[in-house]
């Protein structure tokens, strides 16, 4: 069976700094790309970071670039968001996604999200 779990959200003032965490489990962890999402009351869910399968490479979501900080660790088959200087408006649900395309086909899971949220 298939699970993503999210750990590590809360509430933190403005400036403050969170790590969440997700793990892996039912799958075949080091070949997925890894990403995290997040989506804030009445819009719509966005991409915030991803990361290539070995690790070897991210993309951040511009109103997040040097903020935010994504990593794996394909032995404990976690995936983490580091997130400093936080801002109101980093409020929202965060999701992890694993994703892999292979022999054309998308394998693409979830995980339940958890409450980020940035208030003073």
């Known amino acids: 069976q298939v699970q993503l779990v999210e750990s590590g959200g809360g509430l933190v003032q403005p400036g403050g700094s969170l790590r969440l965490s997700c793990a892996g489990a039912?799958?075949?962890?080091?070949?997925?790309?890894m990403s995290w999402y997040r989506q804030a009351p009445g819009k719509e869910r966005e991409l915030v970071a991803v990361?290539?399968?070995?690790?070897?490479?991210?993309n951040y979501a511009d109103s997040v670039k040097g903020r935010f900080t994504i990593s794996r660790d394909n032995a404990k088959k976690m995936v983490y968001l580091q997130m400093n200087s936080l801002k109101p408006e980093d409020t929202a649900v965060y999701y992890c996604?694993?994703?892999?395309?292979?022999?054309?086909?998308?394998?693409?899971?979830w995980g339940q999200g958890t409450q980020v949220t940035v208030s003073s």
């Open positions: 996604n694993a994703k892999r395309v292979w022999v054309g086909y998308e394998y693409d899971y």
């Open positions: 039912g799958f075949m962890f080091s070949n997925y790309a």
């Open positions: 990361i290539t399968s070995t690790g070897g490479s991210t």
